[in-house]
Every structure is written in C-alpha cells, then in structure tokens.
C-alpha cells in the first residue's frame, strides 16, 4: 500500500485560519514493519485542551503519543506541533528532514508521563527534577533547585525533597515524574496510562494534580481509563480503535451518547 511509502510533504503549513492547533494530526499512518498500526488518525489539539484518548489495549495510543513525541516517525499524513510540521524544517520553499539535535530541542518542548515513573533511582526527589534544567538547559543550580522545590510543592510533595524514588509510594513517584516534566517549561504535557500502575487508593492524588494543571491551561493529551476524570476534567474525548479515530466530541457526549456501536461496546466494558 503506497501508505507505506513515506511521500515527503510538499508544505509545512497547516490549514490557515482560526487560532492555531497546539497537535493537529491529518491522515497519519505508521507501520512497523509489515504491522500497520495507525491507519490514518485525524485530531485537533487547540491550545489549553484537555485531550482525553481511550480505547483498547493495542488500538494504537501509545504509538500516536510517540509520533507527536518524535520518538517515532510517521509514516504517511502529516502531523504538527505547535504550528510546526513534526520531523522537519522549512527554508524557503523547501522542506527538511530535522537533525538529532533539533529533534532533541523540539522534545523538549514536550513533557511525557508514562506508567512507569522512571525516575534516576539514585537521585533524590528533588535532584529528578533539577536534572533536566540543569544538564540540558545549563540553568544554574540554585536556580534550579528553587524552582525544582515549587514544582515538588504543586504537586503537594514539599515534605519529601530529600527522599528517593525507592523511599516514595508509586502516586508519589509519578507526581515527581509530572514535577521533572514541567521543569522543562513544556508547551504540551502528554500522559500515557499515567495511573495505571497505581494501587487505587494511590491514584486520586495524581489525577488531581492533573486537574490542577488543566486548570493552569496546560495542554494536555492524556490516555486513560480514567473515565471519571475524563468527564470532569477532559475538554475532549476520542475513541481510537483499531489505528483510527472513531469518534470524539465533549465527554459528556460521547460518554452519554455514543454514535458508533465500537464506542458502545468499549464503554460497556469500562464504565
Ligand atoms: P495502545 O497504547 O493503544 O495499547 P500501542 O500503540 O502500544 O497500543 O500498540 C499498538 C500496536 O503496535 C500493538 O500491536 C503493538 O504490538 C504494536 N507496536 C507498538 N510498538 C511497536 C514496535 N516498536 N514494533 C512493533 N510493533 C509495535
Ligand atoms: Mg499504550
């Protein structure tokens, strides 16, 4: 299938008109290998949305947070962040493929959360949060660490600065991890089954220091099975299936009123 041939985009601009989308995906596929996974996911992102993304294990969530990432390339579409085209540059009229360390410099503009909180098991709390500042943007130490310590106090652990990850319940460790994500000053902050791992007493916690970020107008996408939250707090809700997009709109409508029988069933496995 000639999606599978990636055709360099002829442009880097996106549809103009309107305020700007912070994630605007168009037609993406990905393949890995003779696998074809994302079978042409259409989305829209606007800037301080709550983007809530569920469906079923193996339906292609992970990977799509990947691609918006740039930890994995598309394959056919095309997708942007925050205005610019993912995987390439323009000069004039003529587009790119960026180097490592462009990659490397639009990633840092993204905040990831996974399900595991992969924090540094030999640094402290507060030394997870002040690495990124201090070895990828040369900030200064005593600066750093003064804003790792109001990051550790948004997300309610103040008390345990000095502890390490192995001292730290999950819930705590996976606040530190949202901690050292937003000490990147990131534009996006992406989510990936961030309570998932927890023991349940464990998750409301985190999930309300997600809360508390939306409120603050971070962009977020977030893949759960949170559906609560999704309501509550989601802006937006899609159901992928299967490499695609199969409905969205506001939570309370899709939860409430789902158009497609794939929804139906999914949510009647889950709510
Ligand atoms: P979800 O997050 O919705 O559970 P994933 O994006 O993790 O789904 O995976 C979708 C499919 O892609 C799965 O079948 C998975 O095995 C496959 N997949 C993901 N990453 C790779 C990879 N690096 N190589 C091969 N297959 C992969
Ligand atoms: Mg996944």
């Given amino acids: 299938m000639s999606t599978h041939d990636m055709a360099k985009p002829d442009t880097a601009e996106p549809v103009a008109g309107g305020v700007e989308p912070m994630v605007r995906a168009e037609n993406v596929h990905k393949s890995f290998g003779a696998a074809h996974i994302l079978k042409g996911i259409d989305l829209e992102v606007a800037p301080r949305e709550v983007c809530c993304l569920i469906g079923p294990s193996g339906s292609g969530k ?104 192995s001292q730290l319940s999950g819930g705590q460790q996976q606040r530190v991890a949202i901690a050292r994500a937003l000490a990147m000053e990131p534009k996006l902050m992406l989510f990936d089954e ?48 299967d490499g695609v997009v199969v409905e969205s709109g506001h939570p309370r409508q899709v939860l409430g009123d789902p158009q497609h029988e794939r929804t139906r069933t999914f949510l009647s496995k889950v709510l």
């Fill in 62 to 165: 992970s990977t799509f947070l990947r691609c918006i990432n740039h930890l994995e390339q598309i394959n056919a579409g095309r997708l942007w962040v925050d205005g610019d085209l993912v995987g390439y540059r323009q000069r004039g009229d003529r587009l790119h493929e960026l180097r490592d360390r462009e990659v490397a410099a639009k990633r840092r503009d993204i905040g990831m959360v996974f399900q595991r909180f992969n924090l540094f098991p030999h640094m402290t709390a507060i030394e997870n949060v002040m690495e990124g500042p201090v070895q990828v943007k040369r900030e200064a130490k005593a600066a750093a660490r003064e804003r790792a310590a109001a990051l550790l106090e948004r997300v309610g652990l103040a008390d345990k600065a000095g502890s390490y990850p």
């Fill in 194 to 241: 961030p309570t998932s791992a927890l023991d349940p007493e464990l998750v409301g916690d985190v999930l309300d220091v997600m809360r508390g970020l939306a409120e603050d107008g971070m962009t977020m996408i977030v893949v759960t099975h949170e559906m609560g939250f999704a309501r509550e707090v989601g802006d937006s809700l899609v159901f992928m299936d």
